[in-house]
C-alpha cells in the first residue's frame, strides 16, 4: 500500500464515521456546521476521498470536548525514558546536556509550587495539589535506592 492509498483509506474511514455520527438525531438535512474532510494535498484523482460532514453545534461540542480530552490524556500519559538513549544523546551532545541539566537544578520547586497553587481557581486547588504531588513523587528506582529527593 502507497503513502497516498494509506492517507485515502485514513481519510475515507474518518470520513465514515463522523457522517455516521453526525445524522444520528438529526432531524434535518441542513446542518449547522459543514466541515470537509480531504487528503492534506488533494489530486484530482483524490475527488472520491473528498468528504463534506454535517454537524449540529451540539454534536460538534461534544466532539470538541472529546478530544480535548483526548489530548489531555495523550499529554499526560506515562512516556517511558530510555535511560540508554538518554545517556547517547548526553554523550553526543554535552554542552546541551549540560545546559539541560543546569536549567532542571537551576529550578526553585517550591517557589514553582506556589506560584501554580496562586494562579489556580481556588475549585481547583485540591487537585492541582494532588498533580504537584503526583509529579514530585519518588520514582520506584528512587525508592529502592533509598532516595527520598
Known sequence: MTDRDRINQAV???AGALHELSYRG??????????????G????????????????????????ETIEQLITR???????????????FARSNPE????????????DVDALARTV?????PSDRASVTRAIKAMFRPTQDQQEDGDDS
Open 74 to 88: 495523550i499529554d499526560t500519559a506515562a512516556v517511558p525514558i530510555n535511560p540508554t538513549a538518554a545517556a547517547e
Open 26 to 39: 438529526r432531524l434535518g438535512i441542513n446542518p449547522e456546521i459543514r466541515t470537509l474532510v480531504c487528503p
Open 12 to 14: 475515507d474511514r474518518l
Open 41 to 64: 494535498d488533494p489530486k484530482p484523482e483524490d475527488v472520491n476521498h473528498l468528504h463534506g460532514i454535517g454537524l449540529t453545534a451540539d454534536l460538534a461540542e461534544i466532539l470538541a
Open 117 to 121: 497553587l496562586n494562579d489556580a481557581a
Open 96 to 107: 546541551l546536556a549540560k545546559d539541560v541539566s543546569s536549567a532542571f537544578h537551576a529550578l
